[in-house]
C-alpha cells in the first residue's frame, strides 16, 4: 500500500465517522439525537430538574472534558480502523450464509412445502433482531467475565461521563469481536431463511433498517449514554432495557458490576440473573473507581490498556 493509499483510506475512515450523523443505521442519526433531545425534556419536565432545559441537556461537563475528549477520539480512530481492519471481514458474513445454506441443502434436501411471503418477512426481521440480541449479551457476558477481554471492555467503562458518544469508546479489539459476532448471526440467521424460502426473502425496514431496530433507536436509545434518568415502569424494565438500566450498568459500585448485560432486551439478563431495575437507585457515580480512573485518564491509555 503506497502512502497516497494510506493516506486516502485515513481520510475515508474519518468521513465515515462523521458521516454517521447522516446515517439510518447508526445510533447518533441526526434524527434519533432530535428523538432523545425531545425525551430529555419529558425527563427534564418531570424530574423537576433545577436550571434551564438546554443547561441541562448542554452541560459542559458531559460533552468537554478530559472523558468526552477521549470519546471523541475514538469515534475517529475506530471509523478509520474500520477501513483498514473491519471492512476486509465483511465477506466473512456472505460466506457464512452461503454455507449454512448449503449445508442446510446437503442434510435436508429442497423443501416440499412454501411458506407464505409474509411470514417469512416477519419471522426474518424478528429472529434476526433477537438473535442478535442474545448474541449481543454473551459477547459482552464474555467481555467482563474472561480478564484478558475486560482488559479492553474497561476502555468503555472508564468513561466518568456518558454523552451519545460514548457508544464509540469501544477498545478496537472489542470492534473487531463485535463485528465479528454480528457477521457470524447475520450469515447463519440469512442462510436458514434462504433454504427456507428458496431465496425469496426480505426484512421489513424503514429506511433501510430492521423495523424493530429503528423503533430501539428512535426511542431513547441515545440516552442510555447520557446523564438524562430515563426509566421506564418497573414492569417493563423485565423486558427491555432502560437507559438508566445501561446507566447502572456503568455504575463503579460493587453491588452494581455485572449487571444489565443486555442491549435492547431485559429478558437475557432475568434468565440468566444478571437484571437490575432502576427503581430506588438515586445517584450513580460512573467509571471504574478512583485507581483504576486515574490509569485511564488519556486516550493513549485506553488504546493501549
Ligand atoms: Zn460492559
Ligand atoms: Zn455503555
Redesign the pocket.
Same mark, same amino acid.
Do not use: D
Given at each position: 500500500m503506497t502512502l497516497t493509499e494510506v493516506y486516502e483510506k485515513v481520510g475515508e475512515g474519518i468521513q465515515l465517522s462523521f458521516g454517521y450523523f447522516m446515517d439510518p443505521n447508526k445510533r447518533i442519526f441526526f434524527a434519533f439525537l432530535i428523538t432523545s433531545f425531545l425525551l430529555s425534556y419529558y425527563v427534564f419536565r418531570s424530574t423537576r430538574v433545577q436550571g434551564t432545559f438546554l443547561k441541562y441537556v448542554f452541560n459542559a461537563k458531559v460533552w468537554m472534558g478530559t472523558s468526552p475528549s477521549i470519546d471523541y477520539c475514538f469515534l475517529v480512530f475506530n471509523g478509520v480502523f474500520k477501513v483498514f481492519a473491519i471492512a476486509p471481514l465483511l465477506v466473512v458474513g456472505l460466506y457464512v450464509s452461503f454455507y449454512t445454506k448449503e449445508f442446510l441443502l446437503d442434510h435436508l434436501g429442497y423443501l416440499e412445502f412454501e411458506i407464505s411471503e409474509f411470514w417469512i418477512v416477519t419471522l426474518y426481521t424478528v429472529t434476526l433482531f433477537v438473535v442478535k440480541d442474545f448474541s449481543s449479551y454473551w459477547v459482552h457476558w464474555l467481555f467482563h467475565k474472561v480478564p484478558f477481554l475486560w482488559r479492553f471492555h474497561k476502555v /468503555?467503562h472508564s468513561a466518568r461521563v456518558?454523552n451519545p458518544i460514548?457508544?464509540y469508546r469501544i477498545h478496537p479489539i472489542e470492534l473487531v469481536a463485535n463485528n465479528l459476532k454480528g457477521l457470524v448471526v447475520f450469515g447463519v440467521v440469512t442462510g436458514i431463511f434462504d433454504f427456507l424460502s428458496n431465496g425469496k426473502f426480505s426484512i421489513y425496514t424503514i429506511f433501510g433498517v430492521n423495523v424493530l431496530g429503528f423503533l430501539f433507536l428512535t426511542l431513547g436509545a441515545n440516552l442510555?449514554?447520557s446523564h438524562v434518568k430515563l426509566k421506564y415502569p418497573s414492569w417493563l424494565e423485565n423486558y427491555l432495557i432502560s437507559p438508566v438500566q445501561?446507566q447502572i450498568? /456503568?455504575s463503579d459500585d460493587p453491588q452494581h458490576f455485572d449487571r444489565n448485560f443486555g442491549s435492547v432486551l431485559a429478558i437475557w439478563d432475568r434468565l440468566f440473573g444478571s437484571l437490575i431495575k432502576s427503581k430506588g437507585i438515586q445517584r450513580i457515580r460512573f467509571g471504574l473507581g478512583k485507581e483504576e480512573n486515574l490509569r485511564f485518564s488519556s486516550f493513549w491509555r485506553n488504546l493501549f490498556p
Open positions: /468503555h456518558l460514548t457508544q442510555r449514554h445501561h450498568h /456503568h
